[in-house]
């Protein structure tokens, strides 16, 4: 008696399993992964001055609240990230740009941080409708001060001291 209640259980359950089956393979299957995109930020950095491109400058992107990613400018004074990243509706990098060499690149500049918003104007492929969101470059052209030079003044009286 029991295994007879039991095999028609068992057939009831796979009937149910059967037809729940049916019915749920048309619709499209979930995928598994995270959404992601190709981003691509670059330029050409140059002495403001001269409008001359800087070599061996160093360009650092910062990775979650930490400086990461590090490369250095060619000849050319070009730089190039190249990067997969989450897809947000407006993506914010911050880069570091300093000079590492000193004079031997025509001078000692000045350290520059800035901010780099990349939008949906900045798309230049777009996604495969699933969880890949296309590729973004951005470029960014920077200009660089020299370090102001201080010449200690020698000889010149203050007209605060009192003897």
């Not at 995270?34 to 160093?58: F, L």
């Amino acid at each position: 008696m029991k295994k007879s209640v039991i095999k028609f259980f068992d057939k009831i359950i796979v009937v149910l399993l059967g037809i729940l089956g049916v019915f749920n393979s048309c619709e499209k299957p979930l995928e598994y992964g995270t959404p992601h995109a190709n981003y691509e930020v670059k330029g050409v950095i140059t002495n403001k001055e001269t409008s001359k491109p800087i070599q061996n400058i160093q360009v650092i992107r910062q990775i979650h609240q930490e400086y990461g990613d590090t490369l250095y400018t060619d000849a050319d004074g070009k730089y190039v990230f190249a990067f997969g990243d989450f897809p947000y509706k407006d993506n914010v990098y911050r880069l570091k740009i300093e000079d590492i060499d000193g004079e031997e690149n025509g001078g000692d500049f000045v350290t520059k941080e800035i901010e780099v918003k990349i939008t949906q104007a900045d798309q230049i492929e777009k996604g495969d409708g699933n969880w890949y969101d296309g590729k973004f470059s951005k470029i960014v052209n920077i200009e660089l001060e020299k370090e102001p030079v201080f010449v200690p003044l020698y000889g010149v009286k203050s007209t605060t001291f009192k003897p």
